[in-house]
């Protein structure tokens, strides 16, 4: 008995290692990349992968070290908020009660001409499609939870797995693009078919992966110091990759991915032509030196890169061969909707608040509103701009829920301001942090991609590297 209770105790210290923490950290990023590309709630792999969530959720809470999170949660208590409005929208009201809240009175109406009993509701319209939304949540929880997990060198190399999950999509993009347009690669039944779309089901998507991982490898580059192994190889190495993933942004046909690009390639040459090294201490000597000419060689890496890159986005597009470019500048059925469904989504936000019409129920309430004019065999699933999406399923609530999340990062983009001096390399960091999140929040203006599990996972990762960066500037402990 005494030897089995060694045994199980030895096991659990195996388990819970901050070597173990970090591979289950890759494994549970690896999973959500290859099965959490598409954001639709019948995506056949969401199956496999909440449940999984679920587990590694559990995991991260068996395991956790007292005082590790101390400090940096707070993106987690996000993520718990909108699960407890989703619970509270899925909370069975009264007759008298639901009746009384905007946009159900018609309800209400029907059920009484037909001779029907109203039952007890829950507040959401649409309580399966909200409840699909808190599941949802599971994904960008676990992810949090593990990285808070990570020790401090282990955090470090958080940033470098998002970059590599993203080149494999770029890859496996490339490989879409020469095989057959419904070929074996396409991970997901409905998509963009014979588009790179990578480990996505959507091109935008999988554009706006790019134009982030630009940012990120860019950081990556600037921020190699001299006498780290394979100095020169990563150094290049990163700056090919960049080569890479702009002309397979132009080819997605994207928009978004378009109008991220030159940003994109503004930080990375930024990153690397100013890139910081690790350390802030005053070099002397062979050490100084050394310095020197990396720095040198970054910025004429940066600067050939960039005249490349713009070289060859001219040439795509006077070969015609971007769709991205294509698109931009004309205008489809699509893009003409999008326009036209503006003042529906805004009177539709007026007659459901403050509480929302429930998350997740955008598509069967839009069927309420849909104009006539508008009428078409097929159908819209979400609003493609989840900036008036949200506030339209989660209400007033949801509103002040962003709103804290707001006020909580400008109050640590205030921190890295003051403490610039002390460390710019790591404010550098939360600068990529910041451009990464900013791309993810811009390109939510004409589509949704943090309703896909990937980027979810992204972007929740991003902020708490964001959030360490800043505490670790002001020296507070336990950051990375």
């Not at 509103?399 to 999340?405: G, N, P, S, T, W």
């Amino acid at each position: 008995m005494k030897y089995a209770k060694i045994r199980s105790q030895e096991l659990k210290a195996k388990l819970h290692s901050p070597e173990a923490r970090f591979y289950l950290f890759v494994s549970f990023c690896c999973i959500v990349f290859f099965l959490g590309g598409g954001s639709r709630d019948d995506v056949q792999s969401l199956v496999l992968l909440r449940p999984l969530a679920i587990l590694f959720c559990a995991y991260a809470l068996s395991g956790r070290v007292s005082g590790q999170w101390n400090g940096r949660n707070f993106p987690l208590y996000i993520v718990c908020a909108l699960a407890g409005l989703m619970l509270m929208q899925l909370m069975p009201l009264p007759p008298s009660l639901w009746t009384e809240l905007p946009g159900r009175q018609m309800f209400a109406n029907i059920a009484q001409v037909a001779g029907i009993d109203d039952p007890w509701r829950p507040m959401s319209l649409a309580p399966s499609r909200t409840l699909n939304s808190l599941f949802s949540l599971a994904v960008p929880a676990a992810a949090a939870m593990l990285f808070l997990n990570l020790d401090g060198q282990y955090r470090r190399k958080a940033i470098p797995v998002l970059i590599v999950l993203i080149v494999i999509s770029a890859m496996w993009a490339m490989f879409q693009l020469a095989g057959p347009p419904r070929g074996p690669l396409y991970l997901y039944r409905i998509t963009n078919v014979g588009a790179g779309v990578g480990l996505f089901a959507n091109r935008n998507h999988q554009a706006v992966a790019l134009a982030s991982a630009i940012v990120m490898i860019g950081w990556y580059a600037g921020s190699l110091a001299p006498g780290s192994k394979l100095l020169m190889l990563k150094l290049f190495a990163s700056i090919a990759t960049i080569f890479v993933l702009v002309p397979l942004i132009l080819v997605t046909g994207s928009r978004a991915g378009l109008l991220l690009l030159m940003p994109g390639l503004a930080f990375a040459f930024i990153f690397i032509y100013f890139g910081q090294l690790p350390s802030d201490r005053k070099s002397r000597g062979s050490g100084r030196k050394q310095k020197n000419r990396m720095l040198l060689l970054r910025r004429w890496g940066a600067l050939s890169a960039i005249l490349a890159i713009v070289g060859i986005s001219g040439l795509s597009v006077l070969l015609s061969r971007s769709a991205a470019y294509d698109r931009l500048f004309g205008i489809n059925d699509l893009t003409e909707l999008r326009f036209q469904l503006l003042p529906t989504i805004f009177q539709m936000i007026k007659e459901y608040m403050p509480w929302g019409s429930g998350f997740g129920s955008f598509e069967y309430v839009y069927k309420i509103y849909e104009p006539r004019e508008l009428l078409d065999p097929s159908y819209l699933n979400q609003a493609h701009n989840d900036w008036l999406q949200y506030p339209l399923e989660g209400g007033l609530p949801a509103l002040a829920i962003a709103f804290v999340a707001i006020i909580w990062f400008a109050r640590r983009s205030v921190e890295m301001v003051k403490s610039w001096r002390v460390s710019s390399h790591r404010n550098f960091r939360a600068i990529m942090c910041m451009a990464v999140i900013g791309f993810l929040l811009a390109a939510s203006i004409g589509d949704y991609p943090l309703r896909v599990p990937s980027l979810m996972v992204v972007f929740i990762i991003l902020v708490c590297v964001f959030n360490d960066s800043i505490r670790m500037t002001g020296g507070q402990k336990d950051a990375a």
